[in-house]
């Protein structure tokens, strides 16, 4: 039987990601603010049988966290879009 060479040759080209560091970071600090704007429109009332409409319809529920939100998706969206510096 005729035996194959299976082994393969080891390039030496350098892996280019898709992203810089730069807009990695850019991501990574949208992400953080999404994961604080989540973190503010959660909590409530703890009892099943108990609503309290001055804890859920709070202004930090309802208008400040969709706001921090936004502009966690916006930062996001920015550090995908940067074009990166040559």
Same mark, same amino acid.
């Given at each position: 039987m005729a035996t194959k060479d299976s082994t393969k040759k080891?390039?030496?080209e350098k892996i280019e990601f898709l992203f810089k560091k730069e807009n990695y970071?850019?991501? *990574? #600090?949208?992400? &953080? !603010?999404? =994961?604080?704007?989540y973190f503010l429109?959660?909590?409530g009332s703890q009892k099943?049988?108990?609503f309290n409409t001055d804890e859920i319809y709070s202004f930090r529920r309802i208008? *400040? #966290?969709?706001? &921090? !939100?936004? =502009?966690?998706?916006?930062i996001v969206m920015f550090g995908i879009l940067k074009k990166p510096k040559e």
């Open positions: 080891v390039s030496s970071m850019i991501i *990574l #600090a949208g992400v &953080v !603010v999404l =994961i604080v704007g429109m959660s909590g099943p049988n108990e208008t *400040l #966290a969709p706001i &921090v !939100v936004i =502009i966690g998706y916006v």
